[in-house]
């Protein structure tokens, strides 16, 4: 199959300046976690791809473990770049990232030299890419010195195997640190990835927000659906199909009926605002002004194309905003608080 980019991908998106690099990121970003695995059909996930590229997301966030099994949301990313997004390499921002466990043995996960290099270099075989735009440390390590995690960050830049260097989940203090090491070193920490919505505001109570704006790191929000949550499909309960019912990361324990009469009342003031529930979760993440992208998943590509349409409408009035904190208490689905930790 040959595809063409829709000639008007760049006319509804908006870009907004990661902290203060030059580097300019889509308001919505794509990422591969799930639905990009050997349990998909490929041409759903091709399909996605080609949906979000053509309503102009350039972003495409990966990890060595995406799957299942761990890799193969490299492979298949790789293969639909070989296949038909090779010629838009250099309209792509591709990222990915190690932390967690890839590969059997003490070198296999966490924040050493040896871990993150190799996975790198892994990485970049399973795409068929020289380079990443951006290489994360995916979690803090407390065992490991941050100067060698943060040291092996600085090394793949500048071996020209990632442009930029991040970090997912630190916590403020962690950050700060980080961001000094990496400051120090001379290779900017550029964008920090935490876990952020509605129903998950741990940024928040933990001032990262504010460290974030003074550091000048740019930041992506993950899970601004909360897996799903904040959408349309768990409103009369868990429908078959959806992440609930497939035993993954989303425990049908969240779907609490506390979560489900939440998710009604904000239903009803993403309605009001005239968007569906996902647009609004995603333009109340998009509200701060540190936050540089929400980094949305899909398993169909209609989702991605109504997501991208939250930049629709991105303000809040102070009344709607009193009502989503007055609909929506926070929940206890932050399954990452553990990996921010020092
Ligand atoms: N750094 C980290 O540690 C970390 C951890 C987790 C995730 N991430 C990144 O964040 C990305 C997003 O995570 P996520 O997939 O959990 O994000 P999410 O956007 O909160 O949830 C995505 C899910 O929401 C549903 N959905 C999306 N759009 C919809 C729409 N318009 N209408 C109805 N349902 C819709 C789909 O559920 P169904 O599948 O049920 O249809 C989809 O799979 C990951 O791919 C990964 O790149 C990073």
Known sequence: MSYQAAENRYDNMQYRRCGQSGLLLPAISLGLWHNFGHDVAFKTQRAICHAAFDAGITHF?????????????????????????????????????????MWPGPYGEMGSRKYLIASCDQSLKRMGLDYVDVFYSHRFDPDTPLEET?????????????????????N???????????????????????????????????????????LGIGSIAFTPLAQGMLTDKYLNGIPEGSRATQGKSLSPSFVSERAIQSIRALNDIAASRGQSLAQMAIAWVLRNEGITTALIGASKPEQVVQCARAVDNLEFTQSELDRIDAAASEEDINLWARSSES
Not at 150 to 170: C, F, N, P, T, W
């Open 172 to 214: 403020s203090e962690c950050t700060r640190k980080a961001a000094a090491i990496l400051k120090s070193l001379g290779t900017p920490c550029l964008i920090h990835q935490p876990s952020y919505n509605i129903l998950n505001r741990w940024v928040e109570r933990d001032g990262l927000k504010e460290t974030l704006q003074e």
């Open 61 to 101: 966030d990966l990890a060595n473990n995406y799957g299942p099994p761990p890799g193969s949301a490299e492979e298949v990313f790789g293969q639909i770049l070989r296949d038909e997004l090779k010629g838009y390499r250099d309209e792509l921002i591709i990222s990915s990232k190690a932390g967690y466990l």
């Open 150 to 170: 943060m040291g092996a960050l600085d090394h793949i830049v500048r071996s020209g195997k990632a442009l930029y260097a991040g970090i997912s989940s630190y």
